[in-house]
């Protein structure tokens, strides 16, 4: 099982509360990327873009390098983390689901096992 | 009394494309595919309770080419979440595409009866790189907006376990 603090979250929840930003995070998870092409791939002026970068790379959840005229974004160590965690929540989210499957399943177990015995 | 340890849920990620949920249930294939595929039955567990998400409506046409549509109220606004069949194998296999996020993720769920159990394997494919240059962010939506409600729901219960 994955440990994580509940301060780790609370730390970096503000810069995961925005649909973006969550956006980005998924996508430096595949591969780095450009503010360029972020910005083009979510629709978003280059300033705007480069505002959730920054609010990212404050949290610790991205880094940022530039080379020449481009600026390259990539996971940053927390963020890399974080990736472990969101497994982590996915899983319990599956969990937590399945739980709820068992007790349907459970239900229809019941009922076919009544109507079979008459 | 014996206390039986319950099924393990494991998450895999098994490339930056594809992400592995499998769980046993302990019931036969054709039961948990009849869960999966009667929409007034998969809507009392899709969305866990300790959610806190409200399900408003589930609709499922569950045959090649049908449609489903789930749509959630949360805090005042409506989320949707809707696609198409693309394969349905009674009790042993469905195959779906999460539209709201232009189609590209597609969900594959299998369903091995071994013993009376049922091993659920829920695949889902993410856009490759290459086939989407453009607005490709896709694929997360719907989990995203998932992992918010969870990120919600463990901050506000301070410890359930």
């Known amino acids: ?118 | 009394m014996e206390v039986s340890k319950g099924n393990e849920t494991t998450v895999e990620r098994k490339s930056d494309r594809e992400l592995v949920v499998t769980r046993t249930v302990n019931a036969p294939a054709r039961i948990v595919f009849e869960a999966w595929t009667k929409a007034e039955l998969f809507r009392r567990w899709w969305v866990p309770k300790s959610f806190g998400l409200n399900l408003v409506s589930c609709e499922m046409d569950v045959r090649v080419g049908g449609q489903y549509r789930l749509a959630f109220l949360h805090d005042g606004s409506t989320m949707e979440f809707f696609g198409t069949y693309l394969e349905v194998i009674p009790n042993s296999r469905l195959v779906w595409t999460n539209e709201e996020d232009g189609g590209q993720t597609v969900t594959t769920v299998t369903f091995d009866e071994i013993d009376g159990k049922t091993l659920l394997v829920v695949h889902d494919l993410y856009p490759s790189k290459e086939a989407v240059e453009f607005g490709s962010t896709a694929a997360l939506p719907e989990s995203l907006a998932q992992l918010d409600e969870l990120l919600a729901s463990l901050g506000s219960s301070s410890e359930t376990n």
């Open chain 1, 1 to 118: 099982m994955v440990q994580y603090s509940q301060g780790h979250f609370d730390a970096s929840f503000g810069a995961l509360s925005d649909a973006t930003r969550r956006g980005v995070l998924e996508q430096l998870w595949r591969a780095d990327a450009s503010i360029t092409a972020l910005a083009e791939r979510f629709h978003m002026t280059l300033t705007g873009m480069k505002k959730h970068v920054g609010i990212l790379e404050r949290a610790g959840l991205v880094t940022t390098e530039k080379i020449g005229r481009v600026r390259t974004c990539k996971l940053g160590a927390r963020g890399l983390q974080e990736e472990v965690a969101w497994m982590e929540m996915y899983r319990q989210l599956w969990a937590a689901r399945f739980d709820e499957l068992d007790m349907v399943v459970e239900e229809l177990k019941r009922k076919e096992n009544v109507n079979g015995s008459k």
